[in-house]
C-alpha cells in the first residue's frame, strides 16, 4: 500500500460546479497535512493546509479531514478553468523518527469550460 | 525574488557527465529536500537535510549525492548521469514546526 493515494484522474467537471478530490494515507501518526496545486511543468503551490478533523475553509476551497478515517479532501466550488491543475496531496508523516513530506501522485483536474 | 531559487532551470547533458543542481533560500529554513518528479509517480524524495551537519537519504538516493554548504544552500549532484535520470527536479524548504514546504522553480533535466 502505497503511503499516500490518490486517484490520478482526470477529473473532470463543468465550469460552476464542485470538484472533489480525495486522498488516503497509510501512518496514523501523521501530523499535518496539505493540498498543493501544480501547474503543468511548474512548482507546486500550496492551496490549504489542515492540521486538526473536521473542515477548514478558504474562499472556494474546503479542507476536510478525518484522522480515524485516515483519509483527507478537498473541495472545489464553482470550479473556474483555471482550476484545470494537478492536485497533490501530502503528508507531513513521522518515518524512522522523524517528520518528512509523502506526496500522493496526484489528481489532474479539468475544468470544462 | 523568488524564496528558493534552483539553477540552472534547464539542462541538457550526456549520458556520464557530472553535474550539480543548485538550491539557495532566503526563508531562513533549517529544512531543506531535494525531489524529482516523473509523469504519473508524484514527487519522490532524494535528500533532505534537517541542517548544515544532518544529510539523510530519501526513497531514491542511488546515483544522486548533496552537499549542504551552508544553512541556505543545498545542492545535488549525478556523479554520473544516466538516461532514466530525466526528470523535473524540485528543491524545498520547510521550518522544524511541521508546517508547509515551500518549493523552487524546478530545473528540468535531460540526459541524451
Known amino acids: 500500500q502505497k503511503e499516500v493515494e490518490q486517484n490520478s484522474g482526470p477529473l473532470s467537471v463543468p465550469e460552476g460546479a464542485i470538484a472533489s478530490l480525495n486522498c488516503t494515507y497509510s501512518d496514523r501518526v501523521s501530523q499535518s497535512f496539505f493540498w498543493y496545486r501544480q501547474y503543468s511543468g511548474k512548482s507546486p503551490e500550496l492551496i490549504m493546509s489542515?492540521?486538526?478533523?473536521g473542515d477548514k475553509e478558504d474562499g472556494r476551497f474546503t479542507a476536510q479531514l478525518n484522522k480515524a478515517s485516515q483519509y483527507v479532501s478537498l473541495l472545489i466550488r464553482d470550479s473556474q478553468p483555471s482550476d484545470s491543475a494537478t492536485y497533490l496531496c501530502?503528508?507531513?508523516?513521522?518515518?524512522?523518527?522523524?517528520?518528512?513530506?509523502?506526496f500522493g501522485t496526484g489528481t489532474r483536474l479539468k475544468v470544462l469550460a | 525574488d523568488a524564496d528558493v531559487t534552483q539553477t540552472p532551470r534547464n539542462r541538457i547533458t550526456k549520458t556520464g557527465k557530472r553535474i550539480m543542481l543548485e538550491c539557495s533560500q532566503t526563508?531562513?529554513?533549517?529544512?531543506m529536500y531535494w525531489y524529482r518528479q516523473d509523469p504519473g509517480l508524484g514527487l519522490r524524495l532524494i535528500y533532505y537535510?534537517?541542517?548544515?551537519?544532518?544529510?539523510n537519504k530519501g526513497e531514491i538516493s542511488d546515483g544522486y549525492s548533496v552537499s549542504r554548504q551552508a544553512q541556505a544552500k543545498f545542492s545535488l549532484s549525478l556523479e554520473s548521469a544516466i538516461p532514466n535520470q530525466t526528470a523535473l527536479y524540485f528543491c524545498?524548504?520547510?521550518?522544524?514546526?511541521?508546517?508547509?514546504?515551500?518549493f523552487g522553480q524546478g530545473t528540468r533535466l535531460t540526459v541524451v
Open positions: 526563508k531562513g529554513h533549517d529544512r
Open positions: 489542515i492540521y486538526s478533523n
Open positions: 524545498a524548504t520547510s521550518d522544524p514546526t511541521g508546517g508547509e514546504a515551500f
Open positions: 537535510s534537517f541542517d548544515v551537519k544532518d544529510i
Open positions: 501530502a503528508v507531513n508523516s513521522l518515518s524512522s523518527g522523524t517528520y518528512k513530506y509523502i
